[in-house]
């Protein structure tokens, strides 16, 4: 047997942040929205096994534009990142399999500046199995993960060995309201160290037809995606959603440049809650929200990531220019 494949296993540490159980936040992300006059629950909750296998295909759909979009930008500028930041260390937020991430570990290798990667996910399982697989394909790297929700663990990322890139992809800073975006940045640049990059995938404003689709496939699957939250708050709090007694809802708000998922109840119902001691009722046509994606422009992402207190260095797009990739540093 080869040394290596021995030794990979030094090379993983792993810190859990989250507490067992950690259907904490789904309780009190429920209390809080579905007893207000214009029911809302977090986009954040789609993402259980079922969840996040149906994201898994929505990335494949012919609609979904910005997964296939962004991976050919990563393609085309890697050398181009990795140059420009002589990064030692990535740390990417929302990791999943880490299928992106993977052109960018390789062109960290390429330069030779690649130390160590720090996958943070809600999900231990995605992260140790990302992890075990990294230390295999990439000889040398060091996988430190951090099972957390980046929205309250980024405090447990380590200090950077080196060049920090920190990786927000898939255009998910969208999922955030303007004012929420822009501490979340906050905190992003507060970890980058004193050399650190932000590497930031947004998608882009465009005509509303393009958009629309994306989030209302033909097959049907972001529709599933999105009655799957129903699923989640019946398994995980008791309740007795009828899943199928509600619409899947996306338009495009062309004020807020956002695009809107809600869920409309067919009729009246009503809605258990027992380990919470809530009862819901629904109106007929009473919508509840469950995700804004919103989109940008250049100068939208630019002002945002000043309000952080960073500067937008390099903008990367497509041909079609519909998606971006940004790379800021501290000003
Ligand atoms: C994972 C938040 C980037 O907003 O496009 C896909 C989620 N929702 N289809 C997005 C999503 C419906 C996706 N993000």
Redesign the pocket.
């Known amino acids: 047997m080869e040394p290596n494949a021995q030794a990979a296993p030094a090379r993983i540490t792993i810190d859990c942040r989250l507490p067992p159980g950690g259907e904490r936040s789904l309780r009190d992300d429920v209390l809080d929205g579905l007893t207000r006059p214009f029911k809302e629950v977090p ?1 954040k909750h ?1 993402y259980d096994a079922r969840g996040s296998e149906l ?1 898994e295909q ?2 494949e759909l012919p609609e ?1 534009y ?1 997964t296939r979009t962004e991976r050919a930008i990563l393609e085309d500028q890697a050398a181009a990142i990795a140059e420009r930041t002589g990064a030692a260390e990535l740390v990417e937020l ?1 990791a999943g399999y880490a299928t992106k991430t993977r052109i960018l570990l390789s062109a960290l290798e390429d330069a030779g500046t690649l130390r160590r990667f720090i996958p943070v996910d809600v999900s231990e399982a995605t992260v140790r199995g990302c992890a075990d697989a990294l230390v295999r394909e990439y000889p040398g790297l060091e996988v430190h993960g951090l099972v957390g929700d980046f929205e309250r663990h980024l405090l447990h990322l380590p200090d950077p060995c080196g060049r920090r890139i920190i990786a927000f992809l ?6 955030f309201p303007p004012g929420s975006r822009r501490r979340f940045l906050r905190t992003v640049a507060a970890r980058l160290g004193p050399e650190g990059w932000l590497l930031l ?1 947004t ?1 882009l404003v465009k005509d509303a037809r393009t958009l629309e689709a ?2 209302d496939d033909a097959a049907g699957v ?1 529709a599933e ?2 009655r799957n939250v129903l699923r989640v708050m019946n398994r995980d709090l008791g309740a007795d959603f009828d899943v199928e007694a509600f619409d899947h809802v ?1 338009f495009w708000d062309p004020d807020r440049e956002w ?1 809107e ?1 809600r869920l409309r109840s067919r009729g009246r119902q009503t809605v258990r809650f027992p380990d919470l001691g809530l009862t819901v009722h629904f109106a007929p046509r009473e919508e509840l929200r469950t ?3 919103a989109k940008f422009t250049r100068t939208r992402a630019a002002g945002d990531l000043a309000a952080a207190g960073l500067e937008l260095v390099d903008w990367f797009t497509d041909p079609d220019e519909l998606f971006a990739l940004s790379l800021a540093r501290l000003v």
Do not use: H, L, R, V
């Not at 898939?170 to 999922?175: D, K, S």
């Open positions: 986009p789609f994201f929505i990335c979904y910005p929302g898939g255009g998910t800073i969208g999922n995938g998608d994306a989030y972001t995606f999105n996306a695009i998922m995700e804004i994606s």
